[in-house]
């Protein structure tokens, strides 16, 4: 039986953003018993929208996204991916694939989130929330993708991405604020940084943060690499109204590959660059990104 962590609830105080509550939802995938949290803010019969974050960071990450979508009058939802933020984390790398991170993640949403939503990705947020969208369409009024991916034939979607994953690759206690500072332009404060160690009050609890980059396949034979193909396949034929919103100062997932779901998704209604932003836009330019998915949701455009 996997071992699973769960960070002592105290690491987290005064975290949570003053329009957000904490909620739990308990699961069961191949075997393993998960509480997965979420936060959840604004109007209860307001329209819902889902907000994923990636690696390695959490619900955390849209604390600045949040105000925004809550003042227009829309209910939010931000998961803890299962391995991170306050949510429940098998110690062993190995138990991480994509079908378990999958499982995790469709049976919380069917929980937290049963009707139709407006869904917002960001990284590993697409990895996992792109598959979930185009298996349950009718489940997804909206989509918006921010810095995010699929499946890369034959390499890394960029030089600085490959050497994040050597990096992760051969460190077992991973450096999370340090990497994190390492994709925003602006400078975090001692704070912010310790935010983002939060969850991870062992080198166990790490496992989630360590073993999602080495799960991003290079090859058709990779776990996940089928479907993540599919996924591609079915956005060339996608007419859900979809905007990309982009960092531009992103080296680690370059505009270029914004660019690319651009041109392969019929429904989209097109791609906005956020000038001075780099991978964690949330970070750099987090009340506008608010501002812009809250008008997309409400408005449509």
Known sequence: MVEVHRT???????????????????VEVDGTALRLTHLEAGAADGHTVVLLHGEPTYSHLWRDVIPPLVDAGLR???PDLVGFGRSDKPTDVDWYSHERLAAALAAHLDVIAPDEVTLVVHDWGGLLGLPWAVEHPERVARLV???????????????????FRRFVE???DLPISLLIDGGVTR?????EKAAYEA???????????????LLV????????????????????????????LWGGADT??????????????????????????????QEDAGVTLGQRIARFATEGW
Not at 145 to 163: I, N, V
Not at 253 to 281: N, R
Request: glycine share 10%; charged share 20%; proline share 9%.
């Open 76 to 78: 939010v939802l931000a």
């Open 145 to 163: 993708m921010t810095d995010t991916g699929l499946y890369t034939p034959g390499g890394f979607p960029s030089q600085a991405w490959s050497r």
């Open 199 to 213: 969850p991870f009050d062992t080198v166990a609890s790490k496992a989630g943060a360590r073993a999602l980059p």
């Open 217 to 244: 396949p290079t090859s058709e034979n990779d776990d996940g690499a089928q479907r993540l193909t599919a996924t591609r396949v079915a956005l060339g034929e996608w007419r859900t109204p979809t905007l990309l």
């Open 170 to 172: 051969r460190t077992e």
């Open 8 to 26: 002592p609830a105290a690491r987290f105080d005064g975290l949570t953003p003053p329009e957000a509550l904490v909620g739990t939802t308990e």
């Open 252 to 281: 680690i997932l370059p505009s270029s590959i914004g660019e690319g779901f651009a041109q392969l998704i019929p429904g989209c209604v097109g791609l906005e660059l956020v000038e001075g932003a780099h991978h964690f836009l």
């Open 187 to 191: 400078e975090l404060s001692d704070d």
